[in-house]
Every structure is written in structure tokens, then in C-alpha cells.
């Protein structure tokens, strides 16, 4: 951009937010005027109406088989109305899952019954129900020594500003592309910068105060006591967060009412001590959790709330993320709308809005490779000591938290003779590259063979040193189980099912197929570069590149035999989609033919894919959490 031109790209962006939010308010307003008509529909009025104890009967639902929780059934007699949250409040001392039974009628107008599996919580006295129907019957199963108090219709003017947000970041976002898709074809990684912080901040916002992303209770516990050392207490917040994960329907929030308690609950609970734990000592892959842990440590000093905390940890991944990816984009000589668009995918982006050393070992790694793809594609400059030095440190940041990626590294040993000034420094680098891959795989191997690994207990029946040698007495019989694994699961890791639009414990995006179909086709058809390096020369590159990518990941399948999967298992646990995120880049690289290329408009090709993906990554978002979590 031109400096003269800053004023009226800044005008252009403040009216592309204005219009966004117009539309959001609009919308907005719009919904919950229809929501009141048909609230007011048979002369009700607007407001919260307590249902009277003559329309409420408890029946006590019996016997029940051995090992069942016995229940009773509260039967709410309503005029048949439309009901949009339905409020009850409740006595418990533990957490219990009532089914909510609504007789309601079809698009055809002839009864129906619809269940709603409502989650009601042990530190909370109050359960809102989004309803949104025209009900005639009210049924609430719950546990026979549960509490129910007063029950409510809430059908009072609802202003929900989760939903003007989320719409008015929708539509800015499509007017910002159409507006600077002359820009944006030039240079993409604007695009993604811009698409990644709004629909990630946006993401934040509407996650729930729980764990929603794989392992997250373990990164959050790591990056909260980060500067800990031997005993470290946990607070009641801290321990309701790391003890809320891996269920999302367990996990999962019906109403922003909820939502809204949970965060005052936490806040409030911030300063009592639940527990104590011991700290582990400090490991490698710490590392990856360090940028969050310093900014949690500065803004609690500050004396921002346990809630806001827990979002800056988010905040500083996004952020995180987003940089390392931008310049990624930016570096990349080829393949950048694949890069951009792999990088907007659903699986990467809930990354980046989760606590969790991934978004380091992503970005870092990516990052680093297209660093080493530049090389071969400015093969008439020399390959100096400061380039070997920087490209070095961001594998190794990156590969401190999984050092199985190191190994992508060794790429540059397939640089040609011509990149180096002299024999003796082309011996030398390559020379440092091969010893700086073996110590970083090492800190890996080492500790599992000297028996200071401990198996995970998620897995099973783990024991490193067991599994380890029974690997070492039957390596046939290891390598027919991984070849085995590793093919039975290829569609759907690299660009299938679980790979782009799985979304952890809140399931897997509608459309997983449509992604890998996308992101392979914008690979073959955006506008190619030819590689410099022929023949022979050409060929090795590839080949030596594919190798590589095969021994991470054997690594990384090896390495959850080993800690993950119980002692003499036919079959490796633990391994997910989501390990397949750094190496999707170099993959593209490896299979990349100039031959292919699409004859499209640059300015409309571009505006199209980032269009798709901000349909893609909002969409994704919206019908997971925010229609959980945000009404």
C-alpha cells in the first residue's frame, strides 16, 4: 500500500465496520421483535412468568435396575404459548444431567415430543433453557434427591449482543475481502491476518469457561503454575477448569445465562486454594507454553480477573499464531493460498484459540519450512551462516514441545553444491544440521529408554520400557502394525474426515469433505513457480523430502506405541489428525508439479477463496458453540 493511500483505506475499513455493525444491530432487533410477537401471541405479555404450583406434579418414576440412579418427573402444565427460555432453579451437591421433555407441535401442526439433554451444574443454583417454541407440556427428569424450585417462562426482551458481534464481524469480513481483493491477490497473508484475528477473537469470546480443545486441561494447569516449582496450590477456579474437559456433552452450556454465572463463579472462586499438585520440573516442552504463562503471570499482577486471564492465555496463542503464520505466508516463495487456507481450516484455528504448546509447534515449524523451501527457489543466492543460524532456532523452538518435526530440517541437506561459498562450509553446515537433528530427537529417546518416561494412564495399560523392548524382540511384527495403521488412516488424516474440521469434543465440521476437496484443488490450481533445480538434482530433492515426511510420521506413531498404547496392543493408540498440521505444507511441496496451474483472474480467485473460508471457519464456529453457548 501507498503511504498517500493509508487515509482512505483507513476511511474505507471504519465504513466497512460501521455498515457491519448496522447489520448486526439490525438483525439483531429483528430476531427478538419476532421473538416477542410470538411470545405475546394469545395475549400474553412480555415478561418472566413463574409457573404456579397447581400446573406442577412430581411423580416418583419407581424401581430402578441395579446401578441406576433413581429418578422422579416433574410435569409442568403450560397454556399452550410460545416459551423462549424456560428457568428452573435447582438444590445440589453434584453435578446431573436432566433430560427436558417439551410437547410442542410440527411444521404440520400434529403433536411432537422433543428432548433436550440439559446439564446442570453443582456450583450453580439456576438452569435457563433455551426453548424458543410453542409449548403445551413441560417434563424435567431428574435424580430423586434433587431439589427443584421455582420454574419460569422468560419471554422478556432479550438484547443479544454474542449474535450482533458474530453477524457484524461476518458481514465486515465479506466486505473487507470484496473492498481490498485487489490488494489481497498480491498479498494474502493480509487476508488471513485479518480473517484469523476476527474470527479467533470472535471464537474466544464465545467459548465456554471449560476445556474444549484436545489435552487442554494439562497446557492450562502447565501455563497457569508455569513459574512454579515443587508443590503449587490450585485454586477452586483452576480446579473446576482442569477437571471440565475432555466431554463435550458434559462440558457443554445451554444458555448465556449459564455461560454468564460460570464466569462469576470462577472470578469469585479465584483466590481459594482446592488443592495442591506437584510440579513437574521444568521440560522441553515448556517451551511452548511460555509466551502464554508470561502474559497471564503480568496481567494478574495487574490485577485482571481469573476470567480475563484465562482469555489472554487464548488471546496470546491467537496472536501467536497469527504472526508466525503471516510471515509464513508472506516467505513462502509457493504455495501460499494452500498455506493460507490450510492454516483457516477449523481443526488449526481452534488450536489457536486454545491453551495448548501445538500453536508453537505449528507455526514455528511451518514457519521454518517455508523458510527452506525460499532457499531452492533463489538457488543464485549463497546459503550463509546467519540464514543456517536463524532457520535452525525456529525448528528447534518449535520442535522443543514435539521433537519429532526436527527432522524437517535435514531438507536443507539437499541444497546443492552451488548454495554454499566453499566445500568446507557446505561440510560444516550440513554437517551442524545432522547433529542438531540427533541431540533434539534425543531428548525424546533417552529419557524412554533410561525409563524416565512414564506411560500415559490414558492410553491404558502402558509401561514405556515394556513396550519399548518388546518393539526391540518383534521389530516385524511392529512395523507390519504400523504400516498397517498408518494406511488404514491416510484419507482421513491428511485431508479427510479428522483432519481440516474436526473440532475436538464439540465433533467434527458438516462439511470435512468439501475441505480436503478444497484445499487439494486450491493447491493444483493456484498460479505455480518453477523450481529451479532439474533432472536428477529435482528428483532427489523430492524424494529426500518425502522421506523425511515419512520418518516424522513413523516418529510420531512410534512414539505413542511406546507411551500411549497398552504393553502388547495390535493396534497404536493416541495418534490424531491434528499431529498432521505441520506437514501438510511440506506434502504440497513434495507433490508440487508446475505442470498444473488454474488461468484465473488473480483479483477473483483470490477474493473466492478467502470468501469460502470465512464461510467455512464462521460457519464452523456458529453451529458448534455459538448456538450452544451464546443464547
Not at 416477542?36 to 412468568?49: N, S
Amino acid at each position: 500500500m501507498k503511504k498517500n493511500n493509508w487515509k482512505a483505506y483507513l476511511l474505507r475499513v471504519i465504513l466497512i465496520l460501521g455498515i457491519g455493525l448496522l447489520a448486526g444491530t439490525i438483525a439483531e432487533s429483528l430476531y427478538e421483535l419476532n421473538t416477542c410477537r410470538r411470545a405475546k401471541k394469545g395475549g400474553y405479555e412480555i415478561e418472566k412468568e413463574e409457573i404456579s404450583k397447581q400446573n406442577i406434579t412430581i411423580i416418583d418414576n419407581g424401581v430402578v435396575a441395579e446401578g441406576e440412579q433413581k429418578t422422579k418427573t416433574i410435569h409442568v402444565q403450560i397454556p399452550e404459548r410460545y416459551v423462549n427460555k424456560l428457568r428452573y432453579d435447582y438444590s445440589s451437591e453434584v453435578t446431573f444431567t436432566p433430560n427436558i421433555q417439551i410437547n410442542t407441535k410440527d411444521i404440520y401442526k400434529n403433536p411432537e415430543m422433543r428432548t433436550i439433554k440439559d446439564i446442570s451444574r453443582y456450583n450453580l443454583n439456576e438452569s435457563v433453557i433455551n426453548i424458543k417454541d410453542y409449548v403445551t407440556e413441560v417434563r424435567i427428569i431428574v435424580p430423586s434427591n434433587v431439589e427443584i424450585g421455582k420454574i419460569i417462562v422468560d419471554n422478556t426482551w432479550d438484547f443479544n449482543w454474542y449474535r450482533v458481534f458474530y453477524i457484524s464481524i461476518f458481514v465486515s469480513l465479506i466486505l473487507f475481502v470484496i473492498n481490498f481483493r485487489g490488494v489481497l491477490a498480491k498479498k494474502i497473508e493480509y487476508g488471513f491476518a485479518v480473517i484469523s484475528l476476527s474470527c479467533g477473537l470472535l471464537f474466544i469470546a464465545i467459548q465456554p469457561p471449560e476445556c474444549v480443545s484436545w489435552d487442554e486441561h494439562i497446557h492450562f494447569s502447565k501455563t497457569f503454575d508455569w513459574f512454579e516449582n515443587g508443590i503449587a496450590d490450585r485454586s477452586i477456579s483452576e480446579d473446576y477448569i482442569y477437571n471440565n474437559q475432555e466431554d463435550f456433552e458434559r462440558s457443554a452450556f445451554f444458555s448465556k445465562e449459564e455461560k454468564s454465572m460460570q464466569i462469576e463463579y470462577l472470578n469469585e472462586n479465584a483466590d481459594t486454594v482446592a488443592s495442591t499438585y506437584e510440579r513437574n520440573a521444568f521440560s522441553l516442552n515448556a517451551v511452548g507454553e511460555f509466551h502464554m504463562a508470561f502474559l497471564v503471570k503480568v496481567v494478574k499482577h495487574l490485577g485482571l480477573s481469573f476470567y480475563g486471564q484465562y482469555l489472554v492465555a487464548k488471546i496470546a496463542n491467537l496472536l501467536l499464531y497469527t504472526i508466525l503464520m503471516f510471515f509464513a505466508i508472506r516467505i513462502a516463495p509457493i504455495g501460499k493460498k494452500f498455506l493460507a487456507v490450510t492454516a483457516l481450516m477449523p481443526s488449526a484455528m481452534l488450536q489457536s484459540v486454545s491453551i495448548t504448546y501445538d500453536v508453537v509447534v505449528i507455526g514455528f515449524t511451518v514457519l521454518g519450512f517455508t523458510c527452506i523451501v525460499k532457499e531452492f527457489y533463489e538457488i543464485q543466492t549463497k546459503f550463509t551462516w546467519k540464514k543456517l543460524f536463524f532457520i535452525t532456532m525456529i525448528f528447534v523452538i518449535g520442535s522443543c514441545p514435539k521433537p519429532v518435526y526436527i527432522f524437517l530440517l535435514a531438507t536443507l541437506l539437499a541444497l546443492p553444491k552451488t548454495k554454499f561459498s566453499s566445500g568446507k562450509q557446505r561440510i560444516l553446515m550440513k554437517g551442524i544440521i545432522v547433529i542438531v537433528c540427533l541431540c533434539m530427537i534425543m531428548t525424546m529417546l533417552l529419557p524412554a529408554a533410561a525409563g524416565a518416561v512414564e506411560g500415559d494412564e490414558r492410553g491404558g495399560d502402558t509401561n514405556v520400557m515394556e513396550q519399548f523392548a518388546l518393539v526391540l524382540t518383534h521389530p516385524f511384527a511392529y512395523i507390519k502394525i504400523f504400516f498397517k495403521d498408518v494406511w488404514s488412516s491416510l484419507d482421513a488424516y491428511l485431508f479427510g474426515s479428522e483432519s481440516l474440521g474436526f473440532l475436538a469434543y464439540a465433533n467434527m465440521h458438516p462439511w470435512t469433505s468439501f475441505l480436503g476437496v478444497f484445499s487439494i484443488g486450491v493447491a493444483l490450481t493456484e498460479k505455480k513457480k518453477e523450481l529451479v533445480l532439474k533432472g536428477k538434482t529435482k528428483i532427489m530433492y523430492k524424494v529426500w523430502l518425502g522421506t523425511l515426511i515419512f520418518v516424522v510420521i513413523g516418529l510420531i506413531w512410534s512414539s505413542l506405541y511406546i507411551v500411549f498404547t497398552p504393553v502388547g496392543a495390535t493396534s497404536i493408540l493416541g495418534v490424531q489428525a491434528r499431529y498432521y498440521l505441520p506437514l501438510l505444507y511440506p506434502l504440497c511441496m513434495a507433490f508440487y508439479s508446475e505442470k498444473i496451474e488454474g488461468k484465473w483472474n488473480e483479483k477473483t480467485y483470490t477474493m473466492i477463496i478467502l470468501l469460502v473460508m470465512l464461510w467455512v471457519t464462521h460457519g464452523a464456529f456458529y453451529q458448534q458453540y455459538f448456538l450452544t453457548y451464546c443464547q
